[in-house]
């Protein structure tokens, strides 16, 4: 963090305002250049809060961040790759994983054949809400413990390993024997629920909030990394734009820039993105494409009949379409695919 200071400040001043850094466990050094004084700061300057700094020391005419304020989630703290280990299966360098089930858990018929089709069809995880964070109050809210229950009761006969959403921190009780616990977009900055699944010991996809910049990202996975937790999947699942033809703006820059900036490893959700069924297959190649490490496909025995998502969810036999025109393209990346 570098402190640009007004033009000519007495000395006393500026050694002053290092003595008030350094009090605070930071070491300084000073920069005088020909037109600005600048003052470094070494240390975690991630607690500092800049604006309060520039606002508080008339001397200074601004500051500015030059090193990310995300460390455990920094790739140059951590250069090598993280693998997620879900269960025996692993997700990143190199191991590229799929993720696919309906938006909701329905009944038990609906979850036992959607996780028997997409097992037979390649996917390596299976999906599933059974707390719908939903729009309106008066939408299908999800089936609660019982979705629960019928997802893990899937999980028993297909050998999949199951993700899930939690709503709450209060939740977390019921989710011992859940693979992966998904926080959604709209929780990504609900700062207690990831400090709390940061200390509870399970792989976490974190999907990236609906306006939320790829620097707010990185900083919700920071606080499950900090409290403990390094199992953390990203999940790009489109963004709020101007544009209304989809439900969502994929953003496929956030691929190679979240793996360029950080060791963790990236999904994509091409069904929340588009909104539709047709655009999830086109979407789900260019992810691949773009360096993705996984997907998470919205998929359902009849989309027509869906409690939710249906106008996005692939049926069983465009899923493993979906799965046999991927497959290669996921070799050509270099990356490998599980056989669950
Ligand atoms: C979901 O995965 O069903 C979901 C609600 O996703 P998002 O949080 O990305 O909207
Ligand atoms: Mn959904």
Redesign the pocket.
């Known amino acids: 963090m570098i402190f640009v200071l007004k033009p000519g400040v007495p000395q006393g001043r500026i050694e002053l305002f290092q003595q008030m850094i350094e009090s605070r466990g930071f070491k300084t050094f000073l920069n005088t250049g020909t037109e600005h004084t600048v003052v470094c700061l070494i240390g975690n300057t991630a607690v500092i809060d800049l604006d309060s700094v520039v606002q508080n020391n008339e001397i200074v005419e601004y500051g500015r961040r030059v090193t990310e304020p995300y460390k455990a989630v920094n790739r140059t703290i951590h250069p090598e790759d993280t693998m997620v280990n879900v269960n025996g299966i692993t997700i990143g360098e190199g191991m590229f994983q799929v993720i696919a089930g309906p ?2 858990v329905e009944s038990e018929e609906q979850i036992i054949a959607v996780a028997r089709s997409v097992k037979a069809s390649g996917a390596t995880m299976l ?1 599933g ?1 059974a707390f ?2 939903r729009t309106s109050p008066y939408a299908f809210m999800g089936l609660h413990e019982d979705g629960l229950r019928l997802l893990l009761k899937a999980k028993k006969e297909t050998g999949l390993p199951v993700v899930t ?1 939690i709503m709450n921190q209060t939740q977390l009780p019921l989710f011992e024997e859940i693979d992966v616990i ?7 900055q609900n700062f207690d629920l990831l400090t709390e699944v940061g200390r509870f010991n399970k792989p976490v996809l974190l ?2 909030g ?1 306006a939320n910049t790829l620097e707010e990202l990185l900083m919700s996975a920071e606080y499950i990394l900090s409290a403990g937790n390094s199992q953390v999947i990203l ?1 790009e ?2 963004i709020r734009t101007f544009e209304t033809a989809t439900r ?1 703006t994929l953003d496929l820059s956030a691929i190679p820039l979240l793996k360029q900036k950080s060791h963790l490893p990236v999904i994509v ?1 091409p ?2 993105a588009a909104g539709l069924r047709s655009l999830v297959a086109p979407l789900a190649r260019a992810a691949v494409a773009a360096g993705a490490d996984g997907l ?1 496909i ?1 998929t359902h025995n009849d989309p027509a009949r869906a409690l ?2 249906g106008a996005q969810s692939l049926d069983l036999v465009q899923f493993c379409d979906l799965m046999e025109d991927i497959k290669c393209r996921i070799a050509f990346e270099g990356k490998q695919i599980e056989v669950v």
């Open positions: 938006c909701s999906r809400g719908k964070p959403e998904q926080v959604g977009a709209r929780n990504m999907k990236r609906l999940c699942r489109g969502n959700d069904s929340h998470m919205e939710c998502d």
